[in-house]
């Protein structure tokens, strides 16, 4: 949610001061989405094939708009996690009988961590997000990439590490320099659908933010 504020004062004198919002916009191309299902192994693909798609998070005073690719039929999931999808027969707790009973997520998003203003957006991201797996007691970090605008995590627990069936989690977010919020794109794949966790990688290596 974002909320600017101006004193009744301050815009008689100055005026509201204006904001980058650190939106990137930026093709979803047909070529990156045939990378992307490259990736789906071949024993998936007659259940998840990925598309150029819309993921919208209401959650805020106006609507935000993510351009990605994401698999064909999943739908918004309501609930406390803004701009999340699940398969299309996902029950409450995820599970996709169409996906043999395994739970798959995948979400997009944006926050500003407090008020909407540039921050070191690298450490917000980092006490937010990344410090739970990179502390955790169990489970491993197979993949940490950063960049002065960007990062990468992938996390595994086996199923005998503090998950039921065994669990990968991806979680991507980026940045503008001086931009007034970050954004987030993350999947979480329970079971057999961690085989998928490179093509949802590489599905969230590339969103446009609208």
């Given amino acids: 949610m974002r ?4 004193a009744a004062l301050a815009v008689a004198l100055l005026g509201c001061p204006s904001k980058d919002s650190g939106k990137l916009k930026v093709e979803i191309t047909a070529e990156h989405v045939a990378a992307v299902n490259a990736l789906v192994p071949p024993e998936w693909k007659d259940k998840v094939a990925f598309e150029a798609g819309i993921v919208k998070d209401t959650s805020g005073r106006t609507t935000e708009t993510y351009r990605l690719a994401v698999p064909s039929g999943w739908k918004p999931k309501p609930g406390p ?3 999340q999808i699940v398969p299309a ?3 409450d707790f995820n599970r996709s009988a169409m996906l043999g ?4 997520t995948m979400r997009t998003s944006s926050d500003c961590g407090g008020e909407c203003t540039a921050k070191d957006w690298a ?3 980092d ?3 990344y410090k739970k797996f990179t502390t955790a007691t169990t489970g491993k970090v197979t993949k940490d990439d950063k960049t002065a605008t960007s990062r990468t ?3 595994e627990r086996a199923a005998d590490a503090g998950s039921i069936d065994g669990e ?3 979680l991507t977010t980026w940045w503008k320099q001086g931009g007034s919020q970050y954004f987030i794109c993350e999947a979480q794949l329970a079971g057999a659908t961690v085989a998928l966790a490179p093509a949802f990688e590489k599905a969230c290596s590339l969103v446009s933010t609208e």
Avoid: Q
């Fill in 127 to 129: 006490d937010r997000y």
């Fill in 101 to 104: 009973g395994t739970i798959a």
């Fill in 81 to 83: 996690l803004p701009g």
């Fill in 3 to 6: 909320i600017f504020v101006c």
């Fill in 153 to 155: 995590l992938v996390f």
């Fill in 168 to 170: 990968i989690n991806i």
């Fill in 89 to 91: 027969d996902a029950d």
């Fill in 123 to 125: 450490k917000v991201v």
